[in-house]
């Protein structure tokens, strides 16, 4: 089974689901993109780095095998859950701290 690929989709479905939830509409946002861009930038020399070595392997058991140079797929899938759950999180909170509710 491809656990990996099925925990990166679920992730991003749910941070989806939580930008819709909570109204921030980051994910609308053409800042955000840019943000995602960048952040991507940077994860291609990173962990590029990181698996061309092979300083981080991975089991083909756990992913589909398709790689964007030395890197899963599933790592920029997961890698968007991550960081826009983060900007989610911290654009909620910033309004709801802006409208006095905490």
């Known amino acids: 089974m491809k656990e990996y690929t099925i ?6 479905l749910l941070v989806v689901l939580l930008d819709g ?3 921030t509409r980051v994910l609308r946002q053409s800042a955000f ?4 861009a960048v952040m991507y930038a940077f994860k291609l020399l ?3 780095y990181l698996t061309w070595r092979p300083i981080v392997t991975y ?3 756990f992913f589909l095998g398709l790689r964007l140079f030395t890197i899963p797929v599933e790592d920029f899938v997961y890698g968007f859950s991550l960081i826009a759950m983060s900007v ?6 910033k309004a709801r701290k ?4 905490t």
């Not at 993109?33 to 995602?36: A, D, E, P, R, Y």
């Open 7 to 12: 925990a990166a989709v679920v992730a991003a």
């Open 21 to 23: 939830k909570l109204g």
């Open 33 to 36: 993109w840019i943000f995602l």
């Open 46 to 48: 990173v962990n590029g």
């Open 59 to 61: 089991n083909s058991e």
């Open 88 to 93: 989610i999180l911290w654009e909620y909170l």
């Open 98 to 101: 802006q409208t006095g509710r």
